[in-house]
């Protein structure tokens, strides 16, 4: 925590200013407040001209021109930055160009990927379900509650879901359609915030083009945990580190507060390595007689006024989990067999490995010399401990769910590399100056070497526009090439139609989610809130706002809900013989009432399934069997609908 960088230390005092001279400083900084705005706004503009047109985008002139569009947009955006550096007054509005032009390039990949198609990567699939579940829930009440048992707060961090939900009430657009917006609009976004947050620590062009690095590192997928990922880094290292640009002043506590509060409330995984960093850097500062308590103090103010601010989330979780009498979480309980797989980019004989290689040389050389580099590396360590922790943990049946650390292994590295080939350039082109303005011998000596301050400039500004535009190719591929954009545009809609370009092999539910939702809409009258559902039909749970009895997963089960003990109350109605007994357990038991019951039948048998825990095995699917005779006549109406059977409470 040494609070500022070695370039900040050699800064000379400004000089008090004139009333006059304040107030132009004031307008000058509500400019640069409102033009990466508006670029962003221009970028948003052409981005959505694409996704109102119509076009296969699996035609290979789709492709050819995305790539070529994409490539011209990648050098227009370094263009924008050479000409910044050689224009003063337009320095930062070229760097605030780049970046919107960046976002504009992951923005269009995506909208162009999935023209014809309403749903995100994944379509509905798998963790799809629960964050269409969570806009769902958020579009039909606006506290933060839990998308499948809307009693208990919310489980997962809700910000995200919860502005996607209120948006689509507020435009009266059907909720499982914002899932695919929110996506694009990640897509533009983080690069932009990446940018802002950087810019706040180095120079306005070297933060541009940090901005292309989420075109390495993507994740269009989980689109809320890539904001995050991009943004929690430059944010920790100012907020708690007091990492500042040369010149700069230190950030106002209470704005970095909400920033991380934000943050927190969008995805708090990081946190987790960003808090043993903070020991870690604490440590380490200590040891290199550089700690600075004050510095400390300002840091504890600022994540105080975060957790303060994200306690509208975390608080009520908490409260939920410690009044649950079996409270438990199983989320973190997923495991896959790619989850060990140790993190080195570094490693790797490729482009993006030989930069993750220069980052990791630069920040380690530069460490104990600079701020910034010091605390991006006590990161790197952070992550590669946490990833340990995680498998001595999992060996104790505790998993962390490290593998979802990972990612912050490139993002720290590639931006590390970025900064160190920005600084490599610049001392190469010091040192030919430098040797210009010496004796006549080295000036001899500069020429026989035959390159100049001006070869080197321009030499960098050309492997800038050619890693940039890499960049764009390798995002263009990682979107296109992905089974998860496929996969989206095979997902049937809740009419049971098929998106224009699906797959030949792709399969509509039976009955479509619409109908079942007909069936359950006329049939049940819930007294109060949401009707409750029993039911593995993920999609109705996710489309339409009902309440379920039993999480389809028990990975997204809240902690508080009890699932173990759900699963075996429904064990004990299918196996009580007796259908008015099971129609009183139906109605009355320890969690709340079912109202409707969705069901596959199978000979004499109504059968539920559903994703049970199966550590360190994903899950696997179990099964409750009720016999058909326990929905009699006087307790229940049945309806039959393709291959499910309604069964409603009366």
Not at 88 to 107: E, K, N, Q, T, Y
Not at 121 to 146: M, N, V, W
Not at 479 to 505: I, M, Y
């Amino acid at each position: 925590m040494a609070g500022t960088t070695t370039e900040q230390r050699r800064a000379p005092q400004p000089r008090p200013r004139s009333h006059r001279h304040r107030r132009v400083g004031v307008g000058v900084r509500v400019v640069g407040v409102l033009r990466p705005v508006v670029f962003t706004l221009a970028a948003a503009a052409a981005v959505a001209a694409l996704a109102l047109a119509a076009y296969d985008p699996f035609d290979p002139r789709v492709e050819y021109a995305l790539r070529a569009a994409t490539a011209v947009a990648a050098v227009a955006a370094v263009a924008a930055l050479w000409w910044s550096t050689r224009r003063v007054r337009v320095r930062v509005a070229g760097a605030d160009l780049a970046a919107a032009l960046i976002g504009a390039v992951a923005a269009s990949t995506v909208v162009v990927s999935l023209n014809g198609t309403p749903f995100p990567p994944g379509g509905l699939d798998a963790d799809q379900s629960f964050r269409t579940a969570a806009i769902t829930r958020f579009a039909d009440e606006p506290h933060l509650a839990d998308f499948t048992f809307p009693t208990l707060p919310s489980f997962y961090a809700p910000a995200y879901f919860w502005v996607l939900g209120r948006a689509a009430d507020i435009a009266g657009v059907e909720p499982w359609r914002m899932g695919k917006v929110g996506t694009v609009a990640a897509a533009l976004l983080v690069p932009v915030v990446t940018y802002l947050l950087w810019r706040r620590l180095v120079p306005a062009y070297a933060a541009a083009l940090v901005a292309a690095v989420p075109l390495l590192v993507t994740d269009v997928y989980q689109p809320y945990a890539w904001l995050v990922l991009f943004a929690i880094v430059p944010w920790w290292l100012e907020a708690v580190h007091g990492v500042r640009r040369a010149g700069r002043p230190a950030g106002n506590p209470v704005f970095l507060g909400l920033v991380g509060a934000l943050l927190f409330l969008t995805y708090y995984y990081f946190f987790f390595i960003a808090a043993l960093a903070l020991v870690l850097s604490v440590v380490v500062e200590a040891a290199l007689r550089r700690l600075r308590w004050r510095q400390v103090g300002r840091a504890a103010l600022v994540l105080a006024i975060a957790a303060a601010a994200a306690a509208i989330y975390w608080l009520p979780l908490a409260v939920s989990m410690l009044q649950a009498e079996h409270a438990r979480s199983l989320a973190n309980r997923w495991f896959a067999t790619h989850h060990p797989d140790l993190p080195l980019p570094m490693a790797e004989a490729t482009v993006v490995g030989a930069v993750a290689l220069v980052g990791l040389a630069y920040l380690v050389g530069s460490a104990h010399r600079d701020a910034l580099s010091r605390g991006l590396l006590v990161l790197l360590v952070a992550a590669y401990a946490w990833y340990a922790l995680g498998a001595a943990a999992a060996a104790v049946d505790t998993p962390l769910l490290s593998f979802r650390g990972k990612p912050l292994v490139p993002v720290i590295l590639l931006a590390g590399g970025v900064l160190g080939l920005v600084r490599l350039a610049g001392l190469l082109a010091a040192r030919a100056t430098a040797t210009a303005h010496g004796s006549g011998a080295a000036r001899g000596y500069s020429a026989a070497r035959g390159y100049s301050a001006a070869d080197v400039r321009r030499a960098a500004w050309a492997l800038a526009a050619v890693l940039v535009v890499y960049a764009g190719q390798e995002f263009v591929s990682d979107v296109r090439d992905d089974p998860l954009t496929a996969q989206a545009h095979s997902q049937a809609l809740p009419d049971g139609s098929l998106p224009p370009h699906h797959d030949e092999e792709a399969e509509v539910p039976d009955p479509p989610a619409a109908e079942l939702r007909s069936i359950i809409d006329g049939m049940v009258h819930a007294d109060a809130g949401p009707a409750v559902l029993l039911s593995d039909r993920e999609d109705i749970l996710a489309l339409y706002p009902y309440a379920g009895f039993l999480q389809w997963n028990a990975h997204y089960a809240h902690p508080a809900s009890e699932f173990d003990q759900r699963v075996a109350l429904l064990q004990e109605l299918a196996g009580v013989g007796d259908a008015d007994e099971f129609a009183a357990g139906v109605r009355d038991n320890p969690y709340q009432p079912i109202d409707a019951f969705v069901l596959r039948p199978d000979g004499d048998d109504l059968v539920l399934r559903y994703a049970a825990d199966d550590f360190p095995h994903g899950v696997r699917t179990e099964q409750i069997r009720f016999p058909r005779d326990l929905f009699a006549e006087e307790h229940f109406d049945l309806v039959a609908a393709g291959a499910h059977v309604v069964a409603v409470a009366r």
